[in-house]
């Protein structure tokens, strides 16, 4: 026999020992939420990015989307580092199960955040990040209360934080770093009564003191680093937080940090670039530190000896007031 038989046959004998293929259980996609799929690729200009979306395929199959296999509803719309100019189409607010909604890494995306995304009321999680969608953080974002994770970072957003965002009962990381957002952080944060764990705000333009109502949530990773924020943060700490990432650097906070207590999950503490004076407190010696930087500040006296504090290069510490002990020079 020819080595091609002996495949075919080989492959034959795989082929029958395969279980029934699963899709043939599968329900097709649903007709009007193909019919929406179209209007969003007309809409989008027909990119090649979609050159999968075909009537000769089911919907469900089609590249940049997920079916629930029993309902055959779109339940995840996935648009990911395309070549895609125009707007984000108000016709993805008729896809009614979606719960995962993704536009990332789209430079041509342009225009604001179409409200057809309030009729969405199943959606987990949207992302809307490294486009260059612009004007306000909308406050109906807020009626999507099933929100766990709302990603509107790396774009070109201006206008305030609205507070209204702090009403989704179920968010529990918000991200808006990376954007060109002014005015305050909203008091009511701190009122939440979800869980938010994940706060990204970095890389902003905001200003003013930090909520001290913000000390009520039990966050696990904050960056607020390179915007104005003022004021104090000793509320993010304490020994029973469970704050484990706290990125504060290239702020102008100012407040002494001697009487902070650091929580034991702490393990990434940047603090560089502000007017923090005090001493470092002798807790920090008991952490299992990665990441620590306090430099740039009007920090005094000398480093605590032990734990981690001798690891880091002096340039975690240069640039302070009279900061003396290894690993800068000794206190005189
Ligand atoms: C799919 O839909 C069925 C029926 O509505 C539901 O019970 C199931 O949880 C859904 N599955 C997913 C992954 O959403
Ligand atoms: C994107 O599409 C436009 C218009 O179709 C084309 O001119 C351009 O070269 C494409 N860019 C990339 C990076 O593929
Ligand atoms: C964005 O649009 C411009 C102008 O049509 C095109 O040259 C460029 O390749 C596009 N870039 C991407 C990443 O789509
Ligand atoms: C998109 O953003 C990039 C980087 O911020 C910028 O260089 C580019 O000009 C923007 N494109 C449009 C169409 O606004
Ligand atoms: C934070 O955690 C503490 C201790 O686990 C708990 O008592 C408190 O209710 C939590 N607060 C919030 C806002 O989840
Ligand atoms: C620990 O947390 C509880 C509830 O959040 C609070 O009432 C208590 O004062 C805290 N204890 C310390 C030592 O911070
Ligand atoms: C900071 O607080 C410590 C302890 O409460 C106190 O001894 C010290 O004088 C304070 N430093 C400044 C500069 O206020
Ligand atoms: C700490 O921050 C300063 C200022 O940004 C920087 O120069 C230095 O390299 C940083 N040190 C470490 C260990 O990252
Ligand atoms: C930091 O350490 C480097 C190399 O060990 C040394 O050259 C430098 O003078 C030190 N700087 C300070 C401020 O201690």
Known sequence: MKPIFIMAIISLLIFLSLPTPSFSLSQPCNKDDEKVLFQIKKSLGNPYHLASWQKTLDCCHWYCLKCNKTTGRVIELTIFSGNISGQIPHEVGNLPYLQTLLFRKLTNLTGEIPSAITKLTQLTSLRLSWT??????????????????????FNDLTGSIPPELATLPKLSGLRLDRNKLTG???????????????????????TGDVPRSLGYLNFTWIDFSRNQLTGDLNMFFGANKT?????????????????VEF????????????????????????????????????????IPQGGDLQKFDNTSYFHNRCLCGSPLPACT
């Open 184 to 206: 305050v952080i909203p008091e009511s944060f701190g009122m939440s009564t979800g869980n938010l764990q994940y706060l990204y705000l970095s890389h902003n333009q905001l």
């Open 243 to 259: 704050i484990q990432i706290a990125d504060f650097s290239r702020n102008s906070f100012q407040f002494n940090l001697s009487e």
């Open 263 to 302: 929580p034991a999950s702490l393990m990434y503490l940047d603090l560089n670039h502000k007017k923090i004076y005090g001493s470092l407190p002798l807790t920090l010696t008991g952490l299992s530190l990665q990441y620590l930087n306090v430099s740039y500040n009007r920090l005094c006296g000398k």
């Open 132 to 153: 260059n969608l612009s004007g306000p953080v909308p406050s109906f974002l807020s009626q999507l209360t099933n929100l766990d994770f709302l990603d509107l970072s």
